[in-house]
C-alpha cells in the first residue's frame, strides 16, 4: 500500500496492511518521508507489533509505503522484510533505517535479478538481503536523476517477471510511484490524497 495527503497517513497504512493480513505473510514494514530523511520500521511479528514499534518510535508522515511478504527471495528475516532501501554506492551507513535515498515495496518475481543485481554490484552498490526487491531498489536509484517518474519508468523497462511496485524518494517527499506488470494495483484517487494498493479490498 501507498499513500500521499497533507495529513499524517500512517494509521491509513497500518490499516491497509490489516486489510491485507488475510493473504498471510512471515514479515511487514513501513516506510515514509519524515524531518526531511527517509524512515523505516520492518518487524518478523505481525501487524499489530508494527503498529505498537511506529507509535513507539513516532513515525507519521504524509507520505509512504508499506507491505507485507511471504518469503520467496530470502529466509524471513527483518533483513530480508520490505521496504527495502537504497541508500546509493558504498557501504551501507550506520543508521541504516534512516539513511535511505529510495525506498520500495513490490509484489511479484523479478525473474532477471542475478543478472541486475551483478551490474549494480559491478558499479558500487552494496545488497543487505537476499531479494530480488533490493534490486528494484537500487536500479531505481542508479536511474535517478532528478525525477522518480521517470527513474521508476526507466526500472520498469530492465525487469522481466511480474511485479507492482510502489517507491518513495528522499527528494520527493510528496510523491509516491507505482508501477505494475502482470500483478494488481489499484489507484485510489481522493480529495488532496492518492493511495496505491496492491489489492482491491
Known amino acids: 500500500v ?7 497517513i ?11 493480513e488475510y493473504r498471510g ?9 519524515q524531518d526531511a530523511a527517509l524512515r523505516r520500521a520492518r518487524s518478523t511479528a505481525r ?6 514499534q511506529v507509535e513507539e518510535e513516532r513515525i507519521q508522515s504524509g507520505t509512504g509505503i508499506a507491505h507485507t511478504r511471504w ?18 554506492t558504498g557501504e551501507a551507513p550506520a543508521d541504516a533505517a534512516r539513511a535511505g535515498r529510495v525506498a520500495l515495496v513490490h509484489n511479484g518475481i523479478i525473474e532477471n535479478h542475478e543478472e541486475l543485481r551483478a551490474q549494480l554490484q559491478a558499479r558500487g552498490y552494496v545488497f543487505s538481503s537476499q531479494t530480488d526487491t533490493e534490486v528494484i531498489a537500487h536500479l531505481v536509484d542508479s536511474l535517478y536523476d532528478g525525477d522518480l517518474f521517470q527513474a521508476v519508468r526507466s526500472a520498469a523497462g ?11 524518494h528522499k527528494d520527493e ?3 509516491v510511484v507505482g508501477a505494475r506488470a502482470g500483478s494488481p494495483l489499484v489507484l485510489g484517487v481522493g480529495d488532496g490524497e492518492n493511495f496505491l494498493a496492491s489489492d482491491a479490498m
Request: aromatic residues 4%; positive net charge.
Open 47 to 52: 501487524v499489530a507489533e508494527l503498529q505498537a
Open 173 to 175: 517527499p510528496h510523491r
Open 71 to 88: 518469503a520467496t527471495h530470502g529466509a524471513p528475516a527483518v533483513h530480508n522484510a520490505h521496504p527495502h532501501f537504497s541508500h546509493g
Open 2 to 8: 501507498g499513500a500521499v495527503s497533507t495529513r499524517n
Open 158 to 168: 530492465k525487469l522481466r517477471g511480474a511485479f507492482a511496485i510502489a517507491v518513495i
Open 10 to 20: 500512517v494509521p491509513i497504512l497500518l490499516e491497509g496492511l490489516k486489510r491485507l
Open 25 to 33: 505473510y512471515d514479515s511487514c514494514g513501513i516506510a515514509v518521508h
